[in-house]
């Protein structure tokens, strides 16, 4: 699966006067540098004693992202905490409205492009930094299965475009380009099944947020198809790892590569 964003494509330059890569050494979580490489937003980060442009700055408290200009390059962004909303001019008041209270998790938009071609946009809410955040659903990568399940065609074009999707085991999800992991649901952990360098990988996602206007509480409890995909993926690991019971495997992820966000779609 291929990322929006190479990671020899980094603005190391602009990292460094973040405090964010020194000694040729990124200092990103995995999860935040795979939200950077698939034009997501990363977890909200504090910056400290930075000096930029002639300025020192105390602290700065932003979200990243990263994004492509006209002649190839990447720019970095930085995403600070707004006193006030800015206003979308897609949006109507009540829809904005809706979203910044969390009623609506995405706004579909259609528009008309510079070449008078109409085109699809989703609009989210990011209540971190009081602003609107727009992608096209066509760049949204979808997973090839979430908690064993494969995504059928309906299925993944309604993820793409901010639709809530419910699994056969009763899970719901809907993707989030505000999110670092890409996705929300009604459950605080999900196995993602990602083609990976020709192959499918497994992805325990963990402490994923809670779905926009849900008053039910997230359930913690595994699944049948959640187990099932637990199962899947530990086919040709060591034995003694392939033993571990569910609860071991979830304290064993939290070092591993496995509690990556799959980080791997292309929104904003």
Do not use: C, W
């Amino acid at each position: 699966m291929e990322t929006l964003i190479k990671e020899n494509e980094l603005p190391v330059k602009e990292l460094e006067k973040l405090g964010l890569y020194q000694d040729g050494q990124m200092n990103l979580s995995s999860e935040d540098l795979d939200a950077l490489l698939a034009g997501r937003r990363t977890d909200m980060r504090s910056m400290v004693h930075l000096k930029m442009d002639g300025f020192a700055i105390r602290q700065l408290d932003a979200k990243l992202s990263l994004s492509r200009n006209e002649d190839g390059t990447v720019a970095l962004n930085l995403h600070p905490i707004y006193k006030e909303v800015k206003p979308h001019p897609l949006l109507s008041e009540e829809e904005a409205r809706e979203l910044q209270a969390g009623k609506l998790q995405s706004v579909q938009k259609i528009y008309e492009q510079a070449d008078k071609k109409l085109a699809q946009l989703i609009i989210e809410y990011d209540e971190q930094t009081r602003e609107f955040v727009a992608y096209h659903p066509d760049q949204v990568e979808v997973p090839v299965k979430v908690n064993g399940e494969t995504l059928s065609e309906e299925k993944k074009k309604a993820f793409q475009s901010g639709d809530l999707v419910k699994l056969e085991d009763g899970t719901r999800i809907q993707h989030s380009a505000t999110d670092s992991k890409g996705i929300r649901s009604d459950r605080k952990a999900l196995i993602l099944s990602v083609l990976l360098d020709g192959g499918i990988s497994y992805l325990l996602l963990r402490g994923v947020r809670n779905l926009a206007g849900n008053n039910d509480a997230q359930k913690e409890g595994y699944t049948q198809g959640y187990n099932q995909a637990l199962a899947d993926s530990m086919v040709g690991k060591p034995k003694r790892e392939a033993e571990m019971t569910v609860g071991e495997h979830i304290d064993y992820s939290r070092a591993s590569q496995h509690s990556r966000g799959y980080g791997r779609t292309a929104s904003r």
